[in-house]
């Protein structure tokens, strides 16, 4: 298919229709709201699937296949974050905490994000690994944990226990990590019964949760003006460079173009369940408009609507290099 | 029927403090607490980490130096950096020796 | 199928029977009550639901077999809340604010029971057109514009402004249009993989709010007592002349005996979620006892148990003649 | 099958597994927590829905099959509580309202376990009669109240009036027998159009519920310490009793084996939703703590995994005699 | 403006008790109430009934007398046994006549 | 600690009231609020739009002055045709100026 018929087919997707919706409700001071719970309800629902998803395709998977994919992406999880302090501290010129901030929320991963950027590839009917929610897991942690040691480390301080704790106990990683625990055990068999429920309904809830995320975005737009020239270039550059390594990284592993494209997509969102949490603990000299502007406000949107496209179709030019 | 007058502190703070806090609290002397979600604004707008869902808004009866207390743990700790907001009240109960 | 037996499966559906338990519920006093929000969530998913099929259908419609029926609802619109207004103030001698609320409810729709109608059909596998949902944001919208209107010319006020922007850009028909619009641009490719959800889970989920609505129902049945004769009979007998009307309008533009009783309950039936906010703030002086015993005590149980069925008898009749 | 193979089959279902997650995620002290209104929402659902589907196959069943396993599910309900009372009055030395609160709980059934063995006989493949849910409810009221009835008795009180409406007006029953006659009133035809909801998602909800209670389980285990060395021997033996009298009652009213398994599970658990809530109002002086340990805390983990593959293997073993 | 002093009852009670607590404060003379859902601990820890949802806090805006009534209502039928905390306060209010 | 006097305005409305009371609190001075759903029952019953989910109850810290004002708006714009109560309490806070 056209990369640009890739794009509309993106773009005129339910999902990515829901998000431009609830943006539209927020513009236009629509009394629609999420009844108190739902947000919370659907996100858990949503990881708890990808979990037992990952843990279903993890079951029928050789570990040959899974072990170099695993290891390049905890190494992306360890780069990322370093790259991220490095450009806010000397390009950016923002204070330790700040900078921090931002490693933590860019070197992890945003599960909304690869959860759209797999169903593109389902639609476009690409393949790709079916272990990859693992990875979301792998790149997690320990993007939060080397950007808190960052910040530990420059401001000479002890707060990294409780941050850890945070993230590791959190229900982000919980559900994620037991739903592959479950699907690991009970195997393809076993989770059938329950498949209605969380494989089915799954992009519809995806649509739901969406139509929040575009509310929520729509509020953080509007101070996207506060935050600086630097931000806003931060928000899309380290997108599009994450990406392009999580890309490569996939490639060199093993990864099939669309797994990579997938890859890809993870590296360059930035986490928005996990990390702001521990941040907010560990840094609360940072200020969240900044980290959250940045990362809900303008990274989200733009990987949503044009950065998976490009991610895949990254993919797809390297692809034919590395064959 | 014996009253008596005890301090009722009323704590309004982001979520992620929540459990910090009630750890606060009890450490200083606090017997029990009540907790509700609430939505809000303050002089930080629609506090930042609206996102993750509402404030906690967490009443304690205590004594009154127990409260004194509770406020000045809250202003040395919270006050700097977090969405929060920290008040006391005069109550009458009937149960003197249950909040103290 | 008889007359009778269609009214006898219509009363033994799912639907219907859980209305009756919220009823009984409420009368028993049992401790039964749905979770806070789950009432405002069934609720928004229904009307996005009946949206997203809605756009499906419609783009796979014609222009020219839509314009006719779209227009005649838009005439239904504005004469139904002139019809009501008239007699509540000519015959039920009310007050202005009274009688432009009831003006406001009467003539806008109950998504609920154009569901319910749809329902019927199904069950009776009597077709309809797929467009129908398009139609319900088409008379909702000018019938409350034309209450408000008739009330702030009479009393000689200016409080339109505020009332328009709530109908506008409330959540119904927020959730109503951006459904369709969604499912207009998706297309019914495009949406599949959101059916699940969407489409197969709808009327399970429909049971599940009649099973509330029956709980209001039955606490607004209480208070039928107080409101006077006039208030009950314009309960019955608008919604039968508002049907007959809407059936009329619906075979005269082209639609199928099904789909002219579809228009039929939709003409009939009074709004409960659009309505009520707009005039509690546009009109404060008027009952809301008054008007929601009308609409959620009388009205509504009425159309959903026999005035549907009669609206279908009467299509059927007429389309005799019309042919 | 060999039995354990059927314990291993059961220990690593989803329900299981989740249900060991939520307790994972309580000892770690992990900020998981449901939405409030998620587990009543559940729970409403799973009444429901068991009630419908009970409803359904009842309709299919002739009067004849029926009446003597309701018999003996009633004979159940009667004699059970008696045997908990004498035992924790005697053996246990409890004083009376504790003892009633025991007997009221043991007596009754949890509709959870109940699920759960349905779940194991379709995993197994193992059949069962489709009338069971019917039974739940003809457990689950006679028990509660012979127990209020012993202690109204024994303290000379009556406060019997309010319990009992409690309980037939309370949210378990309406729910159950509610969705029953629907079911019964709907057939099998009527009920298909709701099925994806009710049926489809059932074991999907029950995943999530488990979750949740094994969070609610875990908080009730860090106090088990603290009931003494005869709570904990009731816990268990009372289970193991019971379980064996329903296997036999089962057996013995001619159902199949598969039946008889669900009948004693239902026999050998213990209420949590409608009897707490009645015992409560009822027997304030009888000690929380000590009931919902008992039954939450060890009882209902117990059967959940080794309790239901134990009544399946007894009834296996004991028809072979009876045959 | 003329405003006027009345009390303000707050009860935090397991949910069980809350058709039984509106109805007695409706007899004891309030006018009306409010209620909320709330989490809480107290001196029976996480309070017992907390796996059938949370404990309700109920407001009531009444007069002396009936605050002095409501809150002997509580001791005597409910403290020994529920898990409960009832406390008053004083508040301003300007229409009078709608609470007593 | 320095500790000073302010006021507790807390006003329970039907919640089509919500965004049209903020706008008048903070139009009138308040520098903030926290609000919650809740249920409950008045003079007019059980009100009248409880089918379109509950009532708010809406509570801001502000100056005496500020608090005067609010009550007066209130009294004048909704309390006649409305199910709305709003009463004042006293409450003692840390910042003061975080309040007016
Ligand atoms: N003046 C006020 N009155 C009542 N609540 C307030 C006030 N100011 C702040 N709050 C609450 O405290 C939270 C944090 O406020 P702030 O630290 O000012 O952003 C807000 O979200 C409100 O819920
Ligand atoms: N000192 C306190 N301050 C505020 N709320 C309390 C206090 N003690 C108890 N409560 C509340 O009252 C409920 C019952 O308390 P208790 O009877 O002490 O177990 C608790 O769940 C709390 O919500
Ligand atoms: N005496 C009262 N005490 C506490 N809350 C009240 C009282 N009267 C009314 N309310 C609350 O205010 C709302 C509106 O009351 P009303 O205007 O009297 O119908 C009610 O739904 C209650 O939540
Ligand atoms: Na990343
Ligand atoms: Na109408
Ligand atoms: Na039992």
Excluded at chain 2, 22 to 48: F, M
Excluded at chain 2, 58 to 69: G, K, N, P, Q, S
Aim: charged share 15%; hydrophobic share 55%; proline share 4%.
């Amino acid at each position: 298919m056209e990369s640009l018929e890739v794009l509309r087919s993106n773009l005129l997707s339910p999902i990515v229709l829901a998000f431009a919706l609830g943006m539209i409700a927020t513009f236009i001071k629509s009394d629609l709201r999420f009844p108190e719970g739902l947000y919370t309800g659907l996100s858990m629902y949503l990881l708890f699937s990808i979990g037992l998803k990952g843990g279903v395709e993890l079951s029928d998977t050789p570990l040959r296949e899974f072990w170099l994919p695993a290891l390049s992406t905890i190494a992306l999880g360890l780069i990322t974050p370093a790259i991220a302090y490095a450009a806010a501290r000397k390009i950016g010129r923002l204070d330790v905490p700040n900078s921090a901030a931002l490693a933590a929320h860019y070197g992890s991963v945003s599960a909304v994000t690869f959860i759209a950027a797999t169903m593109l590839m389902q639609r476009l009917q690409t393949p790709y690994e079916g272990f990859m929610p693992t990875l979301v897991a792998l790149l997690e942690i320990p993007a939060i944990l080397v950007a808190l040691l960052i910040a530990s480390r420059a401001m000479k301080r002890r707060t990294l226990g409780a941050a850890m704790r945070e993230v590791l106990a959190g229900r982000t990683i919980l559900l994620l990590l037991g739903g592959l625990v479950i699907g690991l055990f009970s195997g393809r068999e076993g989770v059938a019964p329950v498949a209605p429920l969380f494989f089915d309904l799954f992009r519809g809830a995806l649509t739901l949760f969406l139509l929040e995320m575009g509310m929520i975005t729509a509020r953080r737009l509007i101070e996207v003006r506060s935050v600086g020239p630097f931000i806003f270039g931060f928000a899309i550059l380290a997108p599009v460079l994450f990406g392009a390594m999580g890309v490569a990284c996939g490639l060199l592993s093993g990864l099939s173009p669309g797994g990579a494209a997938v890859l890809g997509a993870m590296a360059a969102s930035a986490s928005y369940i996990a990390a702001p949490a521990a941040v907010r603990i560990a840094l609360p000299e940072a200020n969240p408009s900044l980290y959250l502007t940045a990362t809900l406000g303008i990274t989200f949107p733009f990987n949503l609507s044009v950065g998976i496209p490009l991610y895949l179709w990254l993919a797809n030019q390297l692809a034919g290099f590395t064959v | 029927m014996n009253t008596h007058a005890i301090k009722k502190v009323t704590i309004i703070a982001e979520s992620v403090l929540e459990l910090k806090i009630i750890e606060d609290i009890k450490r200083l002397g606090a017997k029990g607490y009540t907790l509700i979600e609430v939505r809000g604004e303050g002089t930080k707008g629609r506090h930042a980490s609206d996102w993750a869902g509402n404030s906690v808004k967490i009443e304690t009866l205590v004594t009154d130096l127990v409260a004194e207390a509770i406020l000045q743990r809250m202003a040395d700790e919270y006050f700097e950096y977090y969405a929060i907001v920290a008040f006391v009240e005069n109550v009458t109960v009937v149960r003197q020796e249950k909040f103290s």
